[in-house]
């Protein structure tokens, strides 16, 4: 594991069995891409990345805009797809985005949709399949780890040296538990067969 933006001492560590990351009053948006990202190298072929992580926001009540942690497959700051437990307004959501550059006049460098609703813990999954033209993303997301909500897939070029990343961002006064990584190389053709 290496740091992209290596976070404040004493702002991450090993606690009880988990990694916790403070929340950081940074994003990685657009052109705003000042915050941290642990990432690992992904492997070749087909690949199924899992998280399971706690944001310590209150269940409920507003206005925690924007603050996540969980998943992300990176190939720059600009170029990747992500998974995160988020807080918009008075709801709390996983949201799968993508983001693309460079792109024509006019032409939108950000997506995102919604997959399963968020737990205390939320499970984050995302199956990985490469094609000649590029790859396909399918999102998961489980309130137990047992039962899986199928999101939406995005399609990507992020290329032979994406990176698996972690990401707690979005804004201050938080913290981002996760619980583990699991890696799991897939035979599949379709990430949407997974």
Known sequence: WMWIRQPAEGTYGEENGVLRFDTQAADLYVDSNNASVLTEPAPRGNYTVETKVRV????????????????????DDDNFIKLTAFSNWETRQTEFAKEVFPVPEGYPRYGNTIV????????LRIAVSRNGQGESYQAYTSRDGQNWVRGGVWTHNLGPNARIGLVSMGGSGFQSLFDYVKVYRTNNTSAANW
Not at 56 to 75: D, E, K, M, R
């Open 56 to 75: 310590t926001w209150p269940a409920g009540g507003c206005c925690f805009n924007y603050v996540q942690g969980g998943l992300v497959i990176y190939g």
């Open 116 to 123: 399963g609703p968020p737990g205390d813990w939320t499970w």
